[in-house]
C-alpha cells in the first residue's frame, strides 16, 4: 500500500455531501478534502465554516484547472452526474459520484467511456449494499447456509418522499421518471446482488402523473430472474422510516432491518403453538443481541455505516491500485433495470384514462 493522501474534490455541498461524504472522508486515513464545489454560495459557505482550511469554488471547471486532485467526489442531483462525471475524467481525476451515476445507458456510457480512455475509476455509491448487515446475508448467501435463494421482498418507508412530491420546485420532479429515479436505486442493486441479473416485469405507481406533486407516492414493482422473483415495495407516506428486506431461501429465510441493523432468521419449523413461540423467543433474543451490539459499535465509534464503508474502499483501491469496490458493470446494470422501470411506468400512465 503507498502513503500517499489521496486528494478529493467535492462537487455538490447538499445534504448528502454534510451528512454522510464529508463525515466519511474525514474518517478515512489516507484521504483529505483538498477543495469543495457548489453554484450556490449559501451551501458553499456552510460547508466552508466546517471545513476552514480547504479551497472553495463556485465553478467547477475552475476547480478542476486549479486544485490539486486525484479524485472528484459528486455529490449533485443526479441530472448532472454524467456530465460532471465526464468532466472529471477528462481531467485525469478518479470519478466517485452518487446513485444514479447517469440518467441512461447512453449517458452512462459516455461516462465509462470517459473515464476507460483516461486511465481512471468509475464507481457509483452503492451504500447500502455495504451496510454491515447486508453484508452479514450476503456472506450468509454464499455460504449456501439458507440454502438456494428463491426471492428477495424489499420494503421501504420513507417520509422524505412525501415532502420531496410535495415540492414542485424539487429537482426531483425533472428525473425522467421523476421519484422513481431518485428512490428505485438502492433496492433494484440489493436485490441484484442476491439474485443476480434481474428483469421488471410489472411496475404499478399509484399517480398515474409520475411527476405529480402530492403527498402520497406508493410504488410496486416485480423483477423477475434466474434464481428467483424480487419485489420493492415503496411507500412515502410512512410515519416512520424503514427499510426491511427479507430474502428467501430453501432451508431458511433471512429479514435485514437496515433502520435497526439487525438479521433475524426464521427457520423451517411446525404450525403448532409450541414451535410459534419457541420462534417467537429467537427472534426476541437476536434481536435483542443485535441491538446490544449496534450500540456498543455506535458508542465505541467503531460503527461504519455504508457509505464509509464505500468511500473508503474506494479510497483505497485508488491509493493501492486495486478494483473499484462497484465495478462499472455492475453499476450500468443498475441504470439499464431503472430506465426501464421508469419506461413501464411511463407507459402505465399513457395506458391510463
Same mark, same amino acid.
Request: aromatic fraction near 4%; proline fraction near 4%; hydrophobic fraction near 40%.
Given at each position: 500500500?503507498?502513503?500517499?493522501?489521496?486528494?478529493?474534490?467535492?462537487?455538490?455541498?447538499?445534504?448528502?455531501?454534510?451528512?454522510?461524504?464529508?463525515?466519511?472522508?474525514?474518517?478515512?486515513?489516507?484521504?483529505?478534502?483538498?477543495?469543495?464545489?457548489?453554484?450556490?454560495?449559501? %451551501?458553499?459557505?456552510?460547508?466552508?465554516?466546517?471545513?476552514?482550511?480547504?479551497?472553495?469554488?463556485?465553478? #467547477?471547471?475552475?476547480?478542476?484547472?486549479?486544485?490539486?486532485?486525484?479524485?472528484? $467526489?459528486?455529490?449533485?442531483?443526479?441530472?448532472?452526474?454524467?456530465?460532471?462525471? !465526464?468532466?472529471?475524467?477528462?481531467?485525469?481525476?478518479?470519478?466517485?459520484?452518487?446513485?444514479?451515476?447517469?440518467?441512461?445507458?447512453?449517458?452512462?456510457?459516455?461516462?465509462?467511456?470517459?473515464?476507460?480512455?483516461?486511465?481512471?475509476? %468509475?464507481?457509483?455509491?452503492?451504500?447500502?449494499? #455495504?451496510?454491515?448487515?447486508?453484508?452479514?446475508? %450476503?456472506?450468509?448467501?454464499?455460504?449456501?447456509? !439458507?440454502?438456494?435463494? &428463491?426471492?428477495? $421482498?424489499?420494503?421501504?418507508?420513507?417520509?422524505? &418522499?412525501? *415532502?420531496?412530491?410535495?415540492?414542485?420546485?424539487?429537482?426531483?420532479?425533472?428525473?425522467?421518471?421523476?421519484?422513481?429515479?431518485?428512490?428505485?436505486?438502492?433496492?433494484?442493486?440489493? !436485490?441484484?446482488? #442476491?439474485?443476480?441479473?434481474?428483469?421488471?416485469?410489472?411496475?404499478?405507481?399509484?399517480?398515474? $402523473?409520475?411527476?405529480?406533486?402530492?403527498?402520497?407516492?406508493?410504488?410496486?414493482?416485480?423483477?423477475?430472474?434466474?434464481?428467483?422473483?424480487?419485489?420493492? *415495495?415503496?411507500?412515502?407516506?410512512?410515519?416512520?422510516?424503514?427499510?426491511?428486506?427479507?430474502?428467501?431461501? &430453501?432451508?431458511?429465510?433471512?429479514?435485514?432491518?437496515?433502520?435497526?441493523?439487525?438479521?433475524?432468521?426464521?427457520?423451517?419449523?411446525?404450525?403448532?403453538? *409450541?414451535?410459534?413461540?419457541?420462534?417467537?423467543?429467537?427472534?426476541?433474543?437476536?434481536? %435483542?443481541?443485535?441491538?446490544?451490539?449496534?450500540?456498543? @459499535?455506535?458508542?465505541?465509534?467503531?460503527?461504519?455505516?455504508?457509505?464509509?464503508?464505500?468511500?473508503?474502499?474506494?479510497?483505497?483501491?485508488?491509493?493501492?491500485?486495486?478494483?473499484?469496490?462497484?465495478?462499472?458493470?455492475?453499476?450500468?446494470?443498475?441504470?439499464?433495470?431503472? @430506465?426501464?422501470?421508469?419506461?413501464? *411506468?411511463?407507459?402505465?400512465?399513457?395506458?391510463?384514462?
Amino acid at each position: 500500500m503507498t502513503d500517499r493522501t489521496v486528494r478529493v474534490g467535492l462537487v455538490g455541498c447538499g445534504v448528502i455531501a454534510r451528512w454522510q461524504h464529508i463525515p466519511a472522508l474525514a474518517r478515512i486515513s489516507g484521504a483529505e478534502i483538498a477543495a469543495v464545489c457548489d453554484k450556490d454560495p449559501g %451551501l458553499l459557505a456552510t460547508v466552508g465554516k466546517k471545513l476552514r482550511s480547504v479551497e472553495r469554488y463556485e465553478d #467547477f471547471g475552475e476547480m478542476l484547472s486549479r486544485a490539486k486532485l486525484d479524485v472528484v $467526489d459528486i455529490c449533485t442531483p443526479p441530472q448532472t452526474h454524467a456530465a460532471l462525471g !465526464i468532466q472529471a475524467a477528462e481531467s485525469g481525476r478518479h470519478v466517485l459520484v452518487e446513485k444514479p451515476a447517469a440518467l441512461s445507458l447512453e449517458e452512462f456510457d459516455r461516462l465509462a467511456e470517459a473515464c476507460q480512455g483516461h486511465g481512471v475509476r %468509475l464507481c457509483e455509491i452503492e451504500n447500502k449494499m #455495504f451496510e454491515p448487515v447486508v453484508r452479514r446475508a %450476503l456472506s450468509e448467501v454464499k455460504r449456501g447456509s !439458507i440454502g438456494s435463494v &428463491t426471492g428477495v $421482498d424489499i420494503k421501504v418507508l420513507l417520509r422524505r &418522499t412525501a *415532502a420531496l412530491a410535495k415540492d414542485p420546485s424539487h429537482w426531483c420532479h425533472e428525473l425522467p421518471g421523476g421519484l422513481l429515479t431518485e428512490t428505485l436505486p438502492h433496492p433494484i442493486y440489493i !436485490i441484484q446482488a #442476491f439474485l443476480g441479473a434481474v428483469e421488471p416485469v410489472a411496475v404499478h405507481v399509484t399517480r398515474p $402523473d409520475l411527476h405529480g406533486h402530492a403527498g402520497s407516492y406508493e410504488i410496486i414493482v416485480v423483477l423477475e430472474g434466474r434464481r428467483g422473483v424480487g419485489v420493492v *415495495a415503496y411507500s412515502g407516506s410512512s410515519p416512520k422510516d424503514k427499510v426491511v428486506i427479507d430474502v428467501h431461501g &430453501t432451508r431458511k429465510s433471512l429479514r435485514i432491518d437496515l433502520w435497526n441493523s439487525a438479521v433475524l432468521e426464521y427457520r423451517i419449523g411446525g404450525a403448532g403453538r *409450541a414451535s410459534r413461540g419457541l420462534e417467537n423467543l429467537r427472534q426476541g433474543l437476536s434481536l %435483542l443481541a443485535c441491538t446490544a451490539s449496534a450500540v456498543t @459499535e455506535v458508542a465505541t465509534g467503531r460503527f461504519r455505516g455504508g457509505h464509509l464503508q464505500v468511500i473508503d474502499e474506494f479510497i483505497q483501491s485508488v491509493r493501492n491500485g486495486t478494483d473499484s469496490p462497484v465495478s462499472v458493470e455492475q453499476a450500468r446494470e443498475v441504470i439499464r433495470v431503472l @430506465e426501464s422501470i421508469a419506461e413501464m *411506468a411511463a407507459a402505465n400512465r399513457a395506458a391510463t384514462p
